[in-house]
């Protein structure tokens, strides 16, 4: 079978160039969820063969020149373009296209299937395009629904009118393909009214991932890690002041990431309570390895708002691979089956975190490691590259037979 995989995916050594650039609009979170869903596919080869064909997903540069690469197995093609709003745009749409012709041409005797990321409207909007008129069919993958992406930003203006255009578009479009892949099962209504085939991949466990924890050294563990937006929708400020209402655990409270609670709340935390520490942005692979170390993950995020029901924060899929115990509300788009495997806060209010602290702090250390160890097991085996990637060509492999009757 032919996949021709379209999303702003890229390596990670290309993602440490844009890193170095200190561009911000790189979806770390989506890279991870790409790449991982790649090599899972991969790993089906011979009977699978995956081109990845990807826009540079940020950069300050005024041209982007095209290039490829192979690493761990996936193959990628970049896209070059004019780093001009529209001229960008139109320039995608159309080398895109002509590159899925190619690619039918060169696969025209054989099964194949388009694989898109429904968010970058350029790539799905012509891929779409393509599927109607050569008739392949085509898969999308929405991990955020459009018109909930800009609940996420800080403030209104920062969206701007060209990608607000782009939001409108791909919602416009959202009902026409051939399958989903969704990362709730709340999305299903909004985004496939249709009620094409579909599947749920909420999140997907590196099976790469570091070695758990040695058991001797677990209980000497100190520090609380928070690693993800510091705003206070997040529900950050309530996890600073849930900790400084409990100053009698002999722990500290790291935080990494970045959003507008660091220009003076957080600074005003840290000096008020020396057991706060803030490291500002580090890259995922840091991150990864300082959770690691931690005797306590946790993820305030509330479970009010409309959009809570269309997520699944990435940061839980990481803090459950890493073998620590893990603090979090259980939000509405999260699966029941994960709800033993992580602390779970009613909802992140002041009261609630310094009393579920207090809770987890008076443990022993071989109970918070049991809890640690059952969740890595659990994600690590159910929920790893490969297996996720075996429901996607189950999915797959139902369309194309629908396509046959």
């Known amino acids: 079978m032919k996949i021709l995989y379209l999303s702003n995916m890229c390596s990670e050594d290309i993602q440490q160039e844009i890193f170095r650039e200190k561009v911000p609009a790189l979806n770390l979170a989506a890279q991870k969820f790409h790449r991982l869903l790649c090599r899972g596919l991969s790993s089906f080869s011979p009977e699978v063969e995956l081109e990845c064909l990807s826009v540079f997903p940020s950069t300050n540069r005024k041209v982007v020149y095209s290039r490829k690469e192979k690493k761990n197995e996936i193959a990628y093609h970049y896209l070059g373009y004019l780093n001009i709003p529209i001229v960008k745009h139109l320039q995608i749409v159309f080398m895109t296209f002509a590159i899925m012709c190619a690619w039918w041409l060169r696969n025209r005797k054989k099964q194949k299937i388009l694989i898109c990321d429904l968010l970058?409207?350029?790539?799905?909007?012509?891929?779409?395009?393509?599927?109607?008129?050569?008739?392949?069919?085509?898969?999308?993958?929405?991990?955020?629904?459009?018109?909930?992406?800009?609940?996420?930003?800080?403030?209104?203006?920062?969206?701007?009118?060209?990608a607000k255009t782009a939001s409108v578009i791909s919602e416009k479009l959202m009902s026409y393909y051939d399958g989903y892949v969704l990362l709730t099962e709340q999305m299903n209504s909004w985004a496939n009214p249709r009620q094409h085939p579909y599947i749920i991949i909420e999140g997907i466990a590196d099976h790469c991932?570091?070695?758990?924890?040695?058991?001797?050294?677990?209980?000497?563990?100190?520090?609380?890690?928070?690693?993800?937006?510091?705003?206070?929708?997040?529900?950050?400020t309530e996890l600073l002041w849930g900790f400084m209402a409990a100053p009698e655990?002999?722990?500290?409270?790291?935080?990494?990431?970045?959003?507008p609670l660091t220009t003076d709340f957080i600074p005003d935390c840290c000096q008020k309570d020396q057991r706060i520490k803030y490291w500002g942005v580090v890259d995922n692979q840091v991150i990864m390895q300082h959770l690691r170390k931690a005797f306590l993950i946790v993820n305030p995020r509330s479970a009010s708002g409309e959009f809570t029901k269309y997520s699944f924060p990435s940061?839980?899929?990481?803090?459950?691979?890493?073998?620590?115990p893990f603090l979090a509300v259980k939000l509405p788009?999260?699966?029941?089956?994960?709800?033993?495997?992580?602390?779970?806060?009613?909802?992140?209010t002041v009261d609630n975190i310094q009393l579920m602290l207090r809770k987890i702090y008076a443990e022993s250390p071989e109970k918070r490691q049991a809890m640690g160890r059952a969740a890595r097991q659990f994600v690590l085996t159910q929920k790893n590259e490969k297996v996720q990637a075996e429901k996607l060509l189950t999915l797959i492999a139902k369309i194309l037979d629908n396509k046959k009757k």
Do not use: W
């Open 120 to 162: 970058n409207c350029s790539l799905s909007s012509s891929a779409l395009l393509f599927s109607k008129l050569f008739r392949v069919k085509v898969v999308t993958i929405i991990t955020d629904l459009p018109k909930m992406m800009s609940m996420f930003r800080v403030h209104e203006e920062q969206v701007s009118k060209l």
């Open 209 to 236: 991932t570091a070695p758990a924890i040695p058991e001797e050294t677990f209980g000497n563990k100190k520090n609380i890690i928070y690693a993800g937006g510091l705003f206070s929708t997040y529900g950050v």
């Open 249 to 259: 655990l002999d722990l500290e409270l790291h935080l990494y990431g970045q959003g």
């Open 315 to 324: 940061k839980n899929m990481e803090a459950m691979s890493s073998g620590v």
């Open 333 to 348: 788009g999260i699966p029941n089956e994960y709800q033993p495997f992580f602390y779970t806060l009613k909802e992140a």
